[in-house]
C-alpha cells in the first residue's frame, strides 16, 4: 500500500512542473503508465508484488536519463564540468541525471544509446524514448524505494547540446575490408617485366621494349603465357613509357619471337635480372 501511495503522490507533485507518469515494475511496461493519482493507486494496488516506481522516458514525460553506473564514474567526474546543474538521483549502482528532451527538429532520442555513443566508454548509457528509471519515492514514502534517494533536488535543465550530438549522431558505416590475395609466380614475373619497361628512360625504350619482349618470349616458350597476352602486356607497357603503339608492339613482338626462338639456347638469362 505505501508504494501505491507513493506513486499517487508523484503523480501530483510538481517535480518538473506537473505530476509524472508512472508505471510498477516488475508488473507493467511504459506504455501502461499513468498520470492521475486515482489510476496510479490502483494500477499499483493491483500488482502488489512491483518493487519500484518507474517512470517512462521519452515524449510521454519530456524526460531522459543520462545513467552512470559505477564503470562510468571517471567518465562523469571528467566531464562534470559540462553539465548543468539539474536533478539527480542516487542509486544502489550508480547516479541518474535527469533532463528535458530538446524539441523538434532534434530526432527523437531511442533507448537505449549506448555509451559508444558518448566517448566510447562503458558504464555510460541514456534512457530515452521506450525506456524508463526507477523514481525515488517522495516525503514521507521514501523508505518504500531503499537505495534510491534524489541526490540533488533542482529544477531539471535542458539535456547538454554536447550530449545530444552524441546520441543523435548517424552510426560510421565501417567499409568491407578489400580481401588481398598473394600473387602467383607467374603473376610476380608479368608485374617486373612490365614495370621494368613502363618505368624505360628516354632514348632506350625501343631496346627496353625488346628486351621486355624477350622475356615475355620465354615464358610463352614455358607454357605460362600466350604470345598475343605477352605481346599486349609488353607493349601496353611501352606505351605508358611514351613509345607510340605501333612502334611499340612491332617491337614487343620481335622481342617475344626471339625469346620463343632462343630460349632452348639459354643464351640469353635476362629474366633472371628481373
Given at each position: ?33 499513468v ?11 493491483a ?8 517512470v517512462?522516458m521519452?515524449v ?11 564503470a ?18 542516487s542509486?544502489p ?21 549506448a ?30 524505494t ?38 602467383r ?13 613502363r ?12 628486351a ?17 597476352a ?32 632462343e630460349?632452348?639456347?639459354g ?8
Amino acid at each position: 500500500m505505501s508504494l501505491a501511495l507513493a506513486a499517487a503522490e508523484l503523480t501530483k507533485r510538481p517535480s518538473r512542473g506537473s505530476g509524472l507518469s508512472v508505471f510498477p515494475v516488475p508488473g507493467c511496461a511504459p506504455r501502461e503508465a499513468v498520470d492521475r493519482p486515482q489510476q496510479a493507486y490502483r494500477l499499483f494496488m493491483a500488482h502488489s508484488a512491483a518493487r519500484h516506481i518507474a517512470v517512462p522516458m521519452g515524449v510521454a514525460t519530456m524526460l531522459v536519463a543520462i545513467c552512470i553506473e559505477r564503470a562510468g564514474m571517471q567518465w562523469l567526474r571528467h566531464n562534470f564540468a559540462r553539465f548543468p546543474s539539474t536533478r539527480v538521483h542516487s542509486l544502489p549502482h550508480g547516479y541518474d541525471l535527469i533532463y528535458r528532451l530538446p524539441l523538434p527538429p532534434v530526432p527523437i532520442i531511442g533507448c537505449p544509446q549506448a555509451a559508444h555513443n558518448l566517448l566510447a566508454l562503458r558504464g555510460v548509457s541514456v534512457q530515452g524514448e521506450g525506456g524508463w528509471i526507477a523514481w525515488p519515492a517522495p516525503a514521507p514514502y521514501q523508505h518504500v524505494t531503499p537505495g534510491y534517494v534524489v541526490a540533488l533536488e533542482a529544477p531539471i535543465a535542458p539535456l547538454p547540446k554536447w550530449i545530444v550530438v552524441r546520441v543523435t549522431a548517424r552510426p560510421k558505416v565501417k567499409e568491407t575490408p578489400v580481401r588481398r590475395f598473394a600473387l602467383r609466380g607467374i603473376d610476380v614475373q608479368r608485374a617486373r617485366i612490365a614495370a621494368f619497361v613502363r618505368h624505360s628512360a628516354q632514348g632506350t625504350r625501343a631496346d627496353v621494349a625488346f628486351a621486355g619482349g624477350y622475356a615475355a618470349g620465354r615464358l610463352v616458350a614455358q607454357g605460362a603465357l600466350g604470345e598475343a597476352a605477352a605481346v599486349e602486356l609488353v607493349a601496353e607497357a611501352a606505351v605508358e613509357a611514351g613509345l607510340s603503339r605501333q612502334e611499340a608492339r612491332r617491337v614487343t613482338r620481335r622481342g617475344v619471337r626471339a625469346g620463343l626462338a632462343e630460349v632452348s639456347s639459354g643464351a640469353w638469362t635476362y629474366t633472371k635480372t628481373l
